[in-house]
């Protein structure tokens, strides 16, 4: 009898994760992780299909080798909800890479909920390049904050305090008010001469990636005792409280999490969100997270296995495709670097 295993899947804007767990495996057995290449938007959308080609491969390979089978999949992605084709397109991409089993495609923000508190609703607040939160009763009710992208939202994101951290380096640079001596140092250090800054940032594709890279500057700065550095740390935290305050619209339990590789930051940015969401929320929970995206998208897909006529589907925000023949005209593997959404 082979090895039964499911397979979860993490994209994201500072990179994606696999990982890959045996049904039934004891607890506390950990599971295969790996890694692959980040997000880039481009003018047709995300190229979900080369995102996958650094990931699925491997994983499918590891299965393999231990004699084992891939069961079903859940899949977070960032951009989901405003970046895509819509749904029907990311499902044939995975289709093509995954071959015929049941597919849990999800927003990032969802897997991120339920890694965070599980399947019983509540609202999540997810920060990293971007940030998106999101409340729900896994029903009926499902509501959407923020997620507008580093031009027109992601407030308290890695882009944003990236970007406030530009500015009042550039704000020192040009003697205006608002300015940081520290974080101008720390912006030649990284680019050179301030002058070559937006080369370096409008020429990329992956610019919000870029703009966030330079939130851990910010916070090494701020950890140094530099007030304006501090100060936009803050402010991020409150940012993500309003946020996640929003997502508790009405008919969401009253239970909130955070997720997302900016609260590596810690007391930085989490004193402050706790703070602004103890004096808005007073009626709700704010609960430190059992896990992350990644786990999420593991509980989908166990779920999924489980019980798969109770699963919960909403377009966008969650979507199901079981066992089918392949889309026509898609062949079993994609070759690395085709296809686009």
């Given amino acids: 009898m082979p090895t039964e295993w499911i397979l979860g899947l993490d994209i994201g804007g500072s990179g ?4 890959l767990q045996r049904l039934g495996a004891p607890a506390g057995e950990p599971p295969l992780r790996i890694a692959g290449d980040r997000i880039e938007v481009r003018p047709g959308g995300i190229p979900l299909a080369g995102i996958l080609a650094s990931l699925v491969p491997a994983a499918l390979a590891a299965v393999s080798n231990q004699g084992g089978v891939l069961r079903a999949a859940g899949v977070g992605m960032s951009g989901l909800l405003s970046l895509t084709a819509g749904t029907d397109d990311a499902h044939c991409t995975l289709r093509a890479e995954l071959g015929p089993i049941p597919i849990a495609l999800a927003s990032d923000a969802v897997t991120s909920l339920v890694g965070g508190i599980g399947l019983g ?8 390049t971007g940030v998106v939160g999101l409340g729900t009763d896994f029903a009926g009710r499902w509501h959407r904050v923020d997620g507008w992208g580093h031009v027109l939202g992601d407030l308290g994101s890695g882009s ?7 500015q009042a380096a550039l704000a020192a640079h040009d003697g205006r008010p608002g300015g940081s001596a520290a974080l101008l140092v720390l912006l030649r250090e990284r680019w050179g001469a301030p002058e070559l800054l937006p080369r370096e940032i ?3 594709d992956d610019r919000a990636g870029v703009l966030a890279s330079f939130a851990r500057d910010v916070a090494g700065a701020a950890h140094a005792g530099d007030p304006v550095a501090a100060g936009i740390w803050t402010r991020a935290g409150e940012h993500l409280a309003d946020n996640v305050a929003a997502a508790l619209a009405d008919g969401v339990p009253p239970l909130a999490t955070y997720t997302g590789g900016l609260f590596d930051a810690g007391a930085l940015l989490l004193e402050p969100l706790a703070a602004r969401f103890a004096m808005i929320r007073p009626d709700a929970e704010l609960r430190t997270p059992l896990g992350g995206s990644l786990e999420g998208a593991l509980t989908l897909a ?4 489980r019980a798969p006529s109770d699963f919960p589907q909403q377009d966008p925000y969650v979507t199901v495709r079981l066992n089918s023949p392949e889309p026509r005209g898609s062949a079993r593997r994609l070759p690395t670097g085709q296809g686009q959404l």
């Fill in 302 to 305: 166990r779920e999924l296995l």
């Fill in 121 to 128: 609703g509540g609202a999540v607040v997810s920060a990293g």
């Fill in 202 to 204: 409008y020429t990329r």
């Fill in 16 to 19: 994606s994760r696999a990982a």
């Fill in 160 to 166: 944003w305090i990236g970007t406030a951290g530009l």
